[in-house]
């Protein structure tokens, strides 16, 4: 079953906009990581965030983390059509004590317009 | 620092065959994870291996196998395939147990005619 939920499920922006993509989930987590993929080839880690941090920041990338709403944001910043892509939150469940693998979310695609 | 290896990248199978998919993790890394991908029902988790032990299982028929060899890389076996196993199979391998950071392979594209 899918435990993280994307919203959109696509976004259009024009180049050096900012794209914030939304991830919402079901049971209590270890962390959320989030995720890109280009045309259907393999995933690429972008950040993590813990059950305890609020907030990070990696370059471009600032992710929040709500656990009281179960929900986490994605924000690009200054975007670029390089940016063109899927992106999927993934959660490792507390109570699978990271055994149960990854729970990805549907993706948003995300389209950087030149 | 070579990446997770997947192989073969592509490969088109008939109905009932089976298909054995080969992943080779990140040096150091000990677990490895395998995920379904298709269009209607996104990315799902098949298993994990952790020292050549099956960790645990999602929910997929037995049809879908796995193993971990003794220098952590790993292959999956889909018996009796079905046009349904049509899909991106990917590969993931983490340092350790918790899912702290998955680095994935670029995947193994499996078309069932």
């Known amino acids: 079953s899918q435990q993280g939920e994307e919203d959109p499920q696509a976004l259009s922006i024009q180049e050096g906009e900012n794209a914030t993509m939304n991830c919402s989930y079901k049971t209590s987590i270890n962390n959320l990581q989030w995720y890109r993929q280009n045309s259907g080839r393999g995933l690429v880690h972008l950040i993590l965030i813990r059950s305890n941090e609020r907030e990070k920041h990696s370059g471009r990338l600032r992710v929040t983390l709500d656990t009281s709403k179960k929900s986490s944001s994605l924000l690009i910043t200054a975007s670029r059509a390089a940016d063109t892509a899927s992106y999927f939150c993934a959660t490792d469940a507390q109570s699978g004590g990271g055994a149960d693998g990854l729970t990805f979310g549907k993706g948003t695609h995300l389209i950087i317009q030149p | 620092k070579a990446g997770v290896t997947q192989t073969p990248r592509y490969l088109i199978k008939t109905r009932g065959q089976q298909v054995t998919l080969s992943c080779s993790p990140i040096s150091g890394h000990r677990s490895v994870s395998w995920y379904q991908q298709t269009p209607g029902q996104g990315l799902q988790f098949l298993f994990e291996?952790?020292?050549?032990?099956?960790?645990n299982k999602g929910n997929f028929p037995g049809r879908f196998s796995g193993r971990q060899f003794s220098n952590s890389r790993s292959e999956m076996n889909v018996s009796t395939l079905e046009l349904g196993d049509s899909a991106l199979y990917l590969c993931?391998?983490?340092?350790?147990?918790?899912?702290?950071?998955?680095?994935f392979g670029q995947g193994t594209r499996l078309t069932v005619v």
């Open positions: 291996y952790f020292s050549e032990t099956q960790r």
């Open positions: 993931a391998s983490s340092r350790g147990i918790l899912k702290t950071e998955a680095f």
